[in-house]
């Protein structure tokens, strides 16, 4: 129920209006004495506080914008010719200072220099300059060969100065050159010199080396340049290079070599009690040089290879773990790929589960590299997770397979799929390195079921991309191997497709096949021929096991036409004579009777093939 207004309440002044009346008497005149009593107060109640926030009653300035007279003035527009001008000649005389008195010399090689580089300087000209370069730099080699512009000059000048120069060149340089191979400019002049050096100069070069190859081989700028000349048997030689290696197995070795050791195990041929403290050394600078990622180096892969071979299980397990993310790394060298396999022999299932994943953007240049190729070949013989390589390795093959098996080392890694150690296609030594990896502890999967389960996956695209294009897998006889390799190992309705494209190949293309300079009909190719040949044998095999032959594939298409053209070549007579010796009685008696209807074809002939296939016929 409403409470209803009382009169004093509708009678009371509005504050509010008396602050905003205009007029000043009403603004202060004071109520009436009854006003008051009756009049609550106001204190307490939230309704009538002062507004918080209250429009001010002060007249606001007006906005006037500024003229453009009353902006300051901009300072002078520099002169950038004037300045440039300063700056060069500031720099001058800071060189001149830092140089001290070699300033001058700077000035007039670059002069010289740039005469050197022009292609127009003739070789009379070109001797007059080294030889005023070479007076020129006599003396203060070690102040310019540091810096970026005279180390230029000074490469120039080892190139085509005589050996004589050369020689006094690192005569002069030789307290240095330890210095120079860890810099960023003068490791090029250290290039040169071992370049263009002579054999007496290249030995005082690597010399410098000595007593700090791990420190040189961990340095970031000397690091490529070291690898480049050790891979270089015209730089380096055999005798160097293991004078070179013996660093990493000891200090003992730094200020004195020992041409008999050649290796890690002729440390300790002699001494026995030498061969711990030898490998805890030689762990020691690997671990150091691996924890700088140094993996690529060819003398680290040599010395990493010698020690998984001859440490303990439990060291090499520690190495292993550092490896397994550089496998591509390793498969570059053989030492490298040697030193790869025994990480997959040896590695846990944990490691070779890493080594995969860290392999698959590169399957395909592995697979093609001439020692990295026996790396996957060594992953087909032990890693048990079979379904991880559907996963990783195959599906890389399979998108690149065509690259793969034109080349030389690919094709053997598609045929170890589908042949594996068949001594057909790989050589007994081969065979005898990778069976080393049969006995590791790791694998627990026996070899026979991992090969068919490896077979299963892959053999289904491998046909595919025969039946896809014949063309390319009979294009010569080592591709023609392969295929006959892959045909053998087949099953199935993907196998029967792959016999009807080849088939149709053969009778229905006009294909000539080069080798040399000699083309030939494909059916008339001797690699070509040799490879019908087994297959058409091998479909004694097949007939045994019931299962679909390439023979009764290629009679079904076989018309008088055809049989007319292939009697004019021997080689195609005899596989027809090939089909009578080895296929069903069904198909030799639809072949006999297709024959029969040619015979006066074939009776002039005298090619060999022509005259027993008449014989076959009667």
């Given at each position: 129920m409403k409470r209803p207004k009382s009169a004093e309440s509708k009678d009371a002044p509005n504050p509010k209006k008396l602050k905003k009346s205009t007029n000043p008497s009403t603004a202060t005149q004071k109520p009436n004495n009854k006003q008051q009593a009756d009049k609550k107060p106001q204190t307490n109640n939230k309704f009538n506080k002062k507004p918080k926030f209250e429009k001010s009653t002060a007249t606001k300035k007006p906005f006037t914008q500024k003229s453009n007279k009353e902006a300051p003035k901009t300072a002078e527009k520099p002169d950038w010719k004037a300045l440039k001008v300063e700056k060069k000649q500031l720099k001058e005389k800071r060189k001149i200072k830092r140089l001290d008195d070699a300033y001058d010399i700077a000035k007039t090689a670059k002069k010289l220099g740039e005469?050197?580089?022009?292609?127009?300087?003739?070789?009379?000209?070109?001797?007059?300059?080294?030889?005023?370069?070479?007076?020129?730099?006599?003396?203060?080699?070690?102040?310019?060969?540091?810096?970026?512009?005279?180390?230029?000059?000074?490469?120039?000048?080892?190139?085509?100065?005589?050996?004589?120069?050369?020689?006094?060149?690192?005569?002069?340089?030789?307290?240095?050159?330890?210095?120079?191979?860890?810099?960023?400019?003068?490791?090029?002049?250290?290039?040169?010199?071992?370049?263009?050096?002579?054999?007496?100069?290249?030995?005082?070069?690597?010399?410098?080396?000595?007593?700090?190859?791990?420190?040189?081989?961990?340095?970031?700028?000397?690091?490529?340049?070291?690898?480049?000349?050790?891979?270089?048997?015209?730089?380096?030689?055999?005798?160097?290079?293991?004078?070179?290696?013996?660093?990493?197995?000891?200090d003992m070795y730094k200020n004195s070599k020992d041409n008999k050791v050649t290796c890690l195990t002729d440390v300790f041929k002699t001494a026995t009690d030498?061969?711990?403290?030898?490998?805890?050394?030689?762990?020691?600078?690997?671990?150091?040089?691996?924890?700088?990622?140094?993996?690529?180096?060819?003398?680290?892969?040599?010395?990493?290879?010698?020690?998984?071979?001859?440490?303990?299980?439990?060291?090499?397990?520690?190495?292993?773990?550092?490896?397994?993310?550089?496998?591509?790394?390793?498969?570059?060298?053989?030492?490298?790929?040697?030193?790869?396999m025994i990480s997959i022999w040896h590695g846990t299932t944990k490691d070779r589960k890493a080594s995969l994943k860290s392999m698959k953007d590169h399957?395909?240049?592995?697979?093609?590299?001439?020692?990295?190729?026996?790396?996957?070949?060594?992953?087909?013989?032990?890693?048990?997770?079979?379904?991880?390589?559907?996963?990783?390795?195959?599906?890389?093959?399979?998108?690149?397979?065509?690259?793969?098996?034109?080349?030389?080392?690919?094709?053997?890694v598609v045929l170890y799929l589908v042949a594996r150690r068949d001594t057909h296609h790989f050589h007994p030594q081969l065979i005898e390195a990778l069976k080393e990896g049969d006995g590791n502890a790791t694998s627990k999967k026996p070899q026979d079921i991992r090969e068919k389960e490896l077979l299963e996956v892959v053999i289904d695209p491998l046909l595919q991309a025969v039946a896809g294009n014949c063309e390319f897998w009979l294009a010569n006889g080592s591709l023609a191997m392969v295929t006959l390799a892959i045909l053998k190992k087949g099953r199935g309705e993907e196998l029967k497709k792959a016999f009807q494209a080849i088939a149709e190949f053969l009778v229905k293309s006009e294909?000539?096949?080069?080798?040399?300079?000699?083309?030939?009909?494909?059916?008339?190719?001797?690699?070509?021929?040799?490879?019908?040949?087994?297959?058409?044998?091998?479909?004694?095999?097949?007939?045994?096991?019931?299962?679909?032959?390439?023979?009764?594939?290629?009679?079904?298409?076989?018309?008088?036409?055809?049989?007319?053209?292939?009697?004019?070549?021997?080689?195609?007579?005899?596989?027809?004579?090939?089909?009578?010796?080895?296929?069903?009685?069904?198909?030799?008696?639809?072949?006999?009777?297709?024959?029969?209807?040619?015979?006066?074809?074939?009776?002039?002939?005298?090619?060999?093939?022509?005259?027993?296939?008449?014989?076959?016929?009667?």
């Open positions: 005469k050197l580089r022009q292609s127009k300087c003739s070789p009379t000209e070109r001797e007059k300059i080294i030889k005023e370069l070479f007076d020129l730099f006599s003396g203060h080699l070690k102040k310019f060969v540091f810096t970026h512009d005279m180390s230029r000059i000074i490469q120039w000048l080892i190139k085509f100065s005589t050996d004589e120069m050369k020689d006094s060149i690192v005569e002069e340089l030789k307290s240095d050159l330890t210095q120079m191979w860890q810099s960023k400019y003068a490791v090029n002049c250290v290039k040169k010199l071992l370049k263009y050096g002579s054999k007496e100069v290249k030995n005082k070069v690597l010399a410098a080396c000595f007593g700090k190859v791990v420190n040189i081989i961990s340095h970031s700028v000397a690091a490529g340049v070291f690898n480049s000349a050790y891979n270089n048997s015209d730089w380096v030689s055999e005798q160097v290079k293991n004078q070179l290696k013996q660093e990493f197995y000891g030498m061969k711990s403290a030898t490998l805890s050394a030689l762990k020691m600078n690997l671990v150091r040089v691996l924890n700088k990622n140094v993996v690529d180096n060819a003398l680290v892969q040599t010395v990493l290879c010698e020690y998984l071979e001859n440490c303990s299980a439990e060291d090499r397990g520690e190495l292993i773990v550092m490896l397994r993310d550089h496998i591509f790394e390793l498969s570059q060298t053989k030492e490298g790929a040697r030193a790869a399957i395909a240049e592995i697979a093609k590299s001439e020692h990295g190729h026996v790396i996957l070949m060594a992953i087909f013989d032990s890693v048990d997770d079979t379904v991880l390589m559907k996963k990783i390795l195959i599906p890389e093959i399979v998108a690149s397979l065509e690259e793969i098996v034109c080349n030389e080392f690919g094709k053997k294909v000539k096949i080069k080798d040399g300079d000699v083309e030939y009909s494909c059916i008339e190719h001797p690699g070509l021929h040799m490879m019908l040949k087994k297959l058409i044998q091998a479909d004694k095999e097949k007939l045994e096991k019931e299962e679909a032959t390439f023979g009764e594939e290629l009679v079904e298409l076989l018309d008088d036409k055809v049989i007319k053209k292939w009697a004019e070549f021997n080689r195609a007579c005899f596989v027809l004579v090939f089909l009578i010796e080895n296929e069903g009685e069904a198909v030799v008696a639809k072949l006999k009777s297709k024959l029969s209807k040619v015979a006066g074809a074939l009776k002039g002939k005298k090619t060999t093939g022509a005259t027993i296939l008449m014989k076959k016929i009667k």
